[in-house]
């Protein structure tokens, strides 16, 4: 087992580590103003990179990596819809919607007609 997975301060310092390194990654970008931004990507990208590994090597950071991986996994169980099922969802979710249009029309027009009753406006 790695030393910084048993010692919570050795994991605390990783982290930290790692934080600081995100940072020095972006100082760079803004201390590279007069470079290319190929350049400076580069730096952002690399101190990410470099964080990332630092940040594995913790138990935070493994834990992650674990956790990432078992959503991956789940993602691959997804099945989707073909193309013809999709087209027939889509098919009777329109003609569902028309359908309580029209019942909500018909239903609108009969509270008017009702309320315009009560009111003495007459029919």
Do not use: C
Request: hydrophobic content about 55%.
């Amino acid at each position: 087992m790695n030393t910084a997975q048993q010692n919570p301060v050795a994991n605390t310092f990783m982290l930290v580590l790692a934080i600081l390194v995100v940072i020095g990654g972006v100082v760079g970008y803004y201390l590279l103003d007069g470079q290319p931004d190929f350049i400076r990507m580069l730096a952002v990208i690399g101190a990410l990179i470099v964080a990332g590994f630092i940040a594995y090597k913790t138990q935070q950071g493994r834990a992650l990596f674990d956790f990432l991986k078992a959503a991956d996994l789940e993602r691959r169980k997804i099945v989707w819809p073909t193309r013809t099922e999709t087209l027939q969802t889509t098919v009777i979710i329109g003609v569902v919607t028309l359908i309580v249009s029209f019942i909500l029309f018909g239903m609108d027009l009969f509270f008017s007609w009702g309320v315009r009753l009560l009111m003495g406006g007459g029919v």
